[in-house]
């Protein structure tokens, strides 16, 4: 019996499972925090050896750190490993002795069943024997189950609990578990169409990155990835959910949801339909929308954890008229951002523990062409109404980037609903153009006020470079652009001097 129970200590050394609950949020993360731990004595028994490597337990008894007929009970009922206990009665007076041996057997470390039997015994736990932060005295030998309950700060990210042991612990001995635990983690990028000379600053030069320019109302995407390490510990969980919060500021609206797909040892599973999609309205005109999958390992059947797992949201949305326009270097306010809640307690039957990762930021950036027309000369009272025009992608300007009036007499992009029309300049001589992608743009009259020459076509040059700070803070440089800000001026045309006299009027008569 001395060495089966030598065999039971090293099989279930690491055997884990989370516990407490805690429900962080955004602050400081709990990565390096210590852990406490709650011990509860699973069997009693004898264990007097000073020889360090001596793990045997004899005499074994049911401990008072679980209800031992409860626990026989769950044991038994479980369909994995019910059957192992089958013949096993709790009024035997040999019963922990044979349920020990029974784990000592045939269980081996790190295995399935051994997770089960430690979840079980977390289930139907008693009285504790002993607490500590970071390690454990216990008094009586014993096998333990040691439980991570650390208190995180309620602001705290990254809050995961460390797997706790079934370890077999001598008389006034001190036992310091080992916390591995494994957090997941998420990234946020948004399609950038490249168009133009911009440069963003993606972590890769891959299209998808952490800033972008577009134009209102064009359609675009956002990718959200989630990566659940490779990790032993995830083997643990009976059901792992994971939710992402999105929020979007007031000056992007989300459009629909193109796909959802799940990663793991080289396979992929598309499960757009499964997943659970609910979009509210936010704060200051934001609007904030989750997407929960509720069990991974439900969602794609036959999925090892522990191999690890890439979750990817694919999302469309455009910029309406409440986005911030540029029109000199500086930041934006169309700001994208996400966080993803976890589960982070194996033990846990449903979500009743779930821990956040930090937020995550991208950035939209858009741009606004200001034109003020005017009859000779730049001058207040030369401002010019009445003149019309057009805006073309080409030199030759056969290809319009159509545009329709706005109730505030801004110009934008034309999105589906509207009718393109010509700009006008206003009273104020006036026609500015909101909400442009980065690029090359040609400004072409079309419509002269009488007694005035056509203006020349304006080339114009969108050119962005965007800059990140420590902060995941955005600023757009736009010192290489041409003509964002013009005064165009119609001349007016030639006076020609007339001869007069009866001989034109005789002409006219006949």
């Known amino acids: 019996m001395k060495k089966t129970f030598k065999k039971l200590m090293a099989a279930l050394l690491a055997v884990a499972l989370l516990c407490a609950m805690a429900v962080p949020a955004f602050a400081a993360s709990a990565k390096d925090q210590p852990h406490s731990f709650t011990a509860y004595q699973i069997f009693s028994g004898t264990n007097n050896s000073t ?149 963003g600053f993606s972590d890769t030069n891959a299209e ?46 989300f459009e629909s ?73 500086g930041p934006t306010t169309n700001k994208n951002t996400v966080y993803l809640e976890y589960s982070n307690n194996p033990n846990a039957d449903f979500e009743t523990s779930t821990g956040k990762t930090p937020e995550e930021a991208v950035y939209v950036f858009t741009y606004q062409i200001t034109n003020t027309k005017y009859k000779n000369d730049v001058n207040d009272d030369n401002k010019l109404a009445g003149a019309k025009f057009r805006l073309y992608s080409d030199k030759d300007c056969t290809n319009e980037v159509k545009l329709y009036q706005g109730t505030d007499g801004f110009y934008y992009p034309i999105t589906s609903g509207k009718t393109p029309v010509e700009m006008v300049s206003d009273a104020n001589g006036a026609f500015n153009i909101k909400g442009l992608d980065a690029g090359v743009y040609y400004l072409h009259e079309t419509v002269t006020p009488d007694g005035f020459n056509t203006c020349d076509d304006i080339k114009i040059v969108i050119s962005a470079s965007h800059t990140r700070t420590g902060d995941q803070s955005s600023h757009v440089v736009l010192d290489n652009s041409e003509n964002m800000a013009n005064n165009v001026i119609n001349k007016t045309g030639a006076t020609l001097p007339s001869t007069g006299g009866i001989g034109t009027t005789l002409f006219y008569v006949i």
């Open 208 to 253: 998808f990155g952490k800033s972008a320019d577009h134009a209102i109302n064009e359609s675009f995407q956002f990718k959200l990835t989630a990566v659940i390490p490779a990790n032993n510990n995830f083997g643990a969980y009976k059901q792992y959910k994971v939710i992402f919060h999105d929020s979007m500021s007031e000056g992007i609206t």
């Open 257 to 329: 949801l193109e796909s959802v797909k799940i990663t793991s040892n080289g396979t992929t599973t598309d499960v757009t339909d499964s997943v659970a999609k609910t979009i509210t309205d936010g704060t200051a005109g934001a609007t904030e929308w989750t997407l929960t999958i509720d069990d991974i390992k439900t969602a794609v059947p036959g999925i090892d954890l522990t191999n690890g797992a890439t979750v990817e949201v694919i999302y469309n949305a455009h910029l309406n008229e409440k986005a911030y326009v540029n029109t000199a270097n």
């Open 51 to 199: 020889d360090a490597s001596d793990t045997a337990l004899g005499n074994i008894q049911w401990g008072d750190g679980v209800n031992a007929q409860a626990f026989l009970t769950a044991l038994k009922a479980d369909g994995t490993i019910g059957a192992d206990f089958n013949g096993i009665e709790s009024s035997d007076a040999a019963c922990a002795r044979k349920v020990a041996a029974v784990v000592a057997e045939k269980y081996n470390d790190n295995s399935v069943k051994a997770t089960i039997f430690a979840r079980i015994a977390y289930a139907n736990k008693a009285s504790s024997s002993a607490t500590g932060s970071g390690s454990v005295n216990i008094e009586n030998a014993g096998y333990y189950l040691f439980v991570d309950t650390t208190a995180f700060d309620a602001s705290a990210t990254d809050s995961v609990f460390g797997l706790a042991l079934l370890k077999v612990a001598k008389n006034n001995s001190t036992v310091t578990p080992t916390v591995k635990a494994a957090q997941p983690t998420v990234t946020k990028t948004v399609y950038d169409n490249n168009d133009g000379d911009q440069k």
